[in-house]
């Protein structure tokens, strides 16, 4: 289970406890804002896109903004595609709604959008369709092990 491997990642870092698992859903923004008892803005969500070789990448955004196709294009000189659903659990590790920046290949490159900075804390999810846990965007970059900030987002 993939949750499980993010809990171990965490583990580490003595910070396994802190993952939160609902009774709920919060596999989208709404379910994971409710879950939480917090504005959707504060959930990270964690996107695949494919890349031009036929690879895959990940940009973690908040849940308040959407891609924006021409920044999209200006900072990775293509179109945004993301990836099919069914190729996401095989290809990152982690089932769609529980996607995240930990414990993925390390040969796909992770991103993160300047929009996580608006926010003290944000939650990304933990491998799973029910699991979050909360973190400030410098410990998202720490833990995710990437120094990649992009803008490729615009309020919803």
């Not at 859903?25 to 504060?42: C, F, I």
């Not at 099919?84 to 796909?108: D, K, L, N, Q, S």
Request: glycine share 6%; hydrophobic share 40%; aromatic share 8%.
């Amino acid at each position: 289970m993939s949750i499980e491997t993010v809990k171990l990642f965490f583990k580490e870092f003595g910070l396994d406890n802190n993952i939160k698992e609902f009774d709920v859903s919060s596999a989208t923004v709404e379910e994971a804002a409710k879950a939480l008892n917090v504005e959707e803005g504060r959930i990270a969500k964690t996107l695949s896109f494919k890349r031009k070789d036929g690879g895959c990448m990940i940009v973690v955004t908040t849940g308040d903004v959407k891609i924006n196709n021409t920044k999209f294009k200006q900072a990775f000189s293509m179109k945004a595609s993301l990836m099919p659903a069914a190729e996401v659990a095989e290809i990152v590790g982690h089932v769609i709604g529980g996607v995240c920046p930990f414990v993925i290949p390390e040969e796909i490159p992770i991103y993160l959008d300047e929009s996580l900075k608006k926010y003290t804390t944000i939650f990304p999810a933990c491998g799973s369709r029910n699991s979050a846990i909360e973190l400030t965007w410098q410990e998202l970059a720490k833990y995710a092990k990437t120094d990649k900030w992009v803008d490729v987002t615009v309020d919803k």
